[in-house]
């Protein structure tokens, strides 16, 4: 079945990085873009930034721009989201979603991962 | 920036119907999805292109979308249905995916 499969709970102390996994299954990795997702606890949703898995292009978040950085490796089928300069405000949930298109055009999203726990704290 | 504002809960009585908007400008030339999550869990998408429905969602959950408005509808609501829900678009105009701040459904 299609999944996404991301790596464990990660504990940071501030300023340090961060770098997550999103290990893709059950379909072709780089038919569909790849998203990141967060969510600070008792928060909603928010959008980091997308790629493609098959050119290795990027749109990030104007908030996350300089800081987030999500790359690929094809062969494994796993896309990576790391966040540089950590602050306590960045403890949430990381989620990577897959995407899919309307239309020609940037759509929703439709397979999330499980969600990875990032914890930001001296 | 490109705003989603929805309200924040919404109570409805079983067997009855949840109507959650989803309030954007001109969001009715958008294409709108929503997303359902349960408490500690990664969200589900529900409806996606304003009105069509992901295989395995319920014929319960439907969509509309027009001028600065769009609604997510759940009819025969069950107490599984609780949750918070989330309205989302791809906004051309700054290249970004904006979320709705979510609403939380309660079944009373």
């Known amino acids: 079945q299609v999944q996404l499969v991301q790596s464990g709970a990660e504990v940071k102390k501030p300023g340090a990085s961060v770098k997550v996994s999103c290990k893709a299954s059950?379909?072709?990795?780089?038919?569909?873009?790849i998203n990141w997702v967060r969510q600070a606890t008792g928060q909603g949703l928010e959008w980091m930034g997308w790629?493609?898995?098959?050119?290795?292009?990027?749109g990030y978040a104007q908030k996350f721009q300089g800081r987030v950085t999500m790359t690929r490796n094809t062969s494994i089928s796993t896309a990576y989201m790391e966040l540089s300069s950590l602050r306590s405000e960045d403890t949430a949930v990381y989620y990577c979603a897959r995407g899919f298109m309307v239309r020609g055009v940037l759509g929703g999203m439709d397979v999330w991962g499980q969600g990875t726990t990032v914890t930001v704290s001296s | 920036s490109y705003v989603l504002t929805q309200p924040p809960s919404v109570s409805v009585a079983p067997g009855q119907t949840a109507r959650i908007t989803c309030g954007g400008n001109?969001?009715?030339?958008?294409?709108v999805h929503w997303y359902q999550q349960k408490p500690g869990q990664a969200p589900v998408l529900v409806v996606y292109?304003?009105?069509d429905r992901p295989s395995g969602i319920p014929e319960r959950f439907s969509g509309s979308n027009s001028g600065n408005t769009a609604t997510l509808t759940i009819s025969r609501v069950e107490a599984g249905d609780e949750a918070d829900y989330y309205c989302?678009?791809?906004?051309?105009?700054?290249?970004?995916?904006?979320f709705g701040t979510g609403t939380k459904v309660t079944v009373l």
């Open positions: 059950g379909y072709t990795f780089t038919s569909y873009d």
């Open positions: 989302q678009v791809w906004d051309s105009s700054s290249d970004h995916h904006v």
């Open positions: 292109d304003d009105s």
């Open positions: 001109n969001i009715g030339s958008k294409s």
């Open positions: 790629m493609n898995p098959n050119s290795g292009n990027t």
